[in-house]
């Protein structure tokens, strides 16, 4: 009596158990049965067709080719970039320094630069005078500064930007190409460089009505609208709100050289007591 009772709790204890057991065990032998060739087929199970592969491949990866299709038009569109823009935006190969090749680069980015519609369009408004940023700083400036030294050079600033200042009405545009060293994510300018690059702009307008001609940044605020893509010509446009003796209120953006808003921005420039500022209106 003992020993059927017991017999019947192992039962009641192991028998569920055991009952699951054979059954993963009769479903595992069903798939193995199943995965067999047959002995009329001409190819293993792994074996894909090439059709197959590509159908997979196409599958698997949809969402990213559609991404990346629907980037591509809409920046083509958008920025109207040409077609050799686009290929050379998330990859190209770039010359080595002092190559005859770093020459070639370099008259291709400033015949970019030139060519630009918003060079045109700034050319042909009498009210703005034009000069090229940075070539009349100080040496000191030209070698240390964050853009005019540290970033300059081949997928950087290949060749320094052309600056339009009005300084009756306290605006400027500054025009920019941005090569792909310049990038956060690839093919895409990093978005601290173009705080660094409204920042600069923004104090070039704001210097303007000042005695000086000199201030230092008190406040930046920057709204990103829009990726700014490597390899391509920007225009950082600024204007004085408001100012008093020691202080400007400058508003500016950020837009491709068609017109395309990129970003907006807004800053408070401001002259120190404390400190005596060298004048930036040559930068």
């Not at 059954?23 to 069903?30: G, Q, V």
């Not at 090439?50 to 196409?58: K, V």
């Not at 030209?142 to 050079?153: I, V, W, Y």
């Amino acid at each position: 009596m003992t020993n059927r009772s017991s017999v019947a709790s192992l039962t009641r204890l192991f028998g569920a158990p055991c009952e699951r057991i054979r059954c993963r065990s009769n479903a595992i032998s069903l798939i193995t049965r199943q995965a067999r060739p047959s002995a009329f087929s001409t190819s293993s199970p792994t074996e894909a067709s090439p059709t197959a592969s590509r159908r997979s491949f196409f599958s698997e990866n949809a969402t990213m080719i559609v991404a990346t299709t629907s980037l591509l038009v809409g920046a083509a569109l958008a920025y109207k970039f040409t077609p050799l823009q686009i290929l050379t935006m998330f990859q190209e190969k770039l010359p080595e320094v002092g190559s005859p090749e770093e020459k070639v680069y370099i008259d291709r980015v400033e015949n970019q630069l030139q060519q630009s519609c918003i060079v045109k369009q700034m050319r042909a408004n009498p009210d703005f005078k034009e000069r090229r940023m940075w070539v009349n700083a100080a040496d000191e400036y030209r070698e240390r500064g964050f853009l005019a030294g540290t970033l300059r050079g081949v997928g950087k600033f290949a060749v320094p930007g052309i600056a339009f200042v009005n300084e009756r009405t306290n605006e400027s545009v500054s025009v920019i190409h941005v090569g792909s060293r310049l990038a956060g994510f690839p093919g895409i300018v990093h978005g601290g460089l173009i705080g660094s690059l409204l920042d600069e702009a923004l104090a070039r307008a704001a210097i303007l009505p000042l005695p000086g001609k000199s201030a230092v940044t008190a406040n930046l605020n920057i709204n990103y609208r829009a990726p700014t893509f490597t390899n391509q010509v920007i225009a950082i446009k600024a204007r004085v709100t408001d100012f008093t003796t020691n202080k400007s209120l400058v508003a500016g953006t950020v837009e491709s050289a068609h017109g395309h808003l990129l970003a907006e921005a807004t800053g408070v420039f401001v002259v120190p007591k404390k400190f005596e500022l060298k004048s930036l209106i040559d930068m």
